[in-house]
Nanobody, 118 residues
Framework: QVQLVESGGGLVQAGGSLRLSCAAS????????MAWYRQAPGKQRELVAA???????NYADSLKGRFTISRDNAKNTVYLQMNSLKPEDTAVYYC????????????WGQGTQVTVSS
């Protein structure tokens, strides 16, 4: 059974940094794209950043330069380094993994709360 477990969220002051981790377990097929999404209260879930197995990355335009996504394929883990955090970054951050080859399945973690105080 595939599980994605996020960690690293918490409360931080504006201007601070946090590093989120997401470890995938129960993997028996190839992990393709791994990504971070976030959902603020009253808003839709939005893509933060994504990374392929080969290391190609994609970011939400508004977050480029502050957030960095990385991945350790040997550990089936994806990371999100968040710098210069702003109160508007406050949200639940979710990890997503697209797994499989011909037939793929999308899996989600349970989410980790990030709160940025002003």
């Amino acid at each position: 059974q595939v599980q994605l477990v996020e960690s690293g969220g918490g409360l931080v002051q504006a201007g601070g940094s946090l590093r989120l981790s997401c470890a995938a377990s129960g993997i028996s097929r190839r992990i393709n794209v791994m990504a971070w999404y976030r959902q603020a209260p009253g808003k839709q879930r939005e893509l933060v950043a994504a990374i392929t197995g080969g290391g190609s990355t994609n970011y939400a335009d508004s977050l480029k330069g502050r957030f960095t996504i990385s991945r350790d394929n040997a550990k089936n883990t994806v990371y999100l380094q968040m710098n210069s955090l702003k109160p508007e970054d406050t949200a639940v951050y979710y990890c997503n993994a697209d797994i499989g080859t011909i037939i793929t399945t999308s899996y989600w973690g349970q989410g980790t709360q990030v709160t940025v105080s002003s």
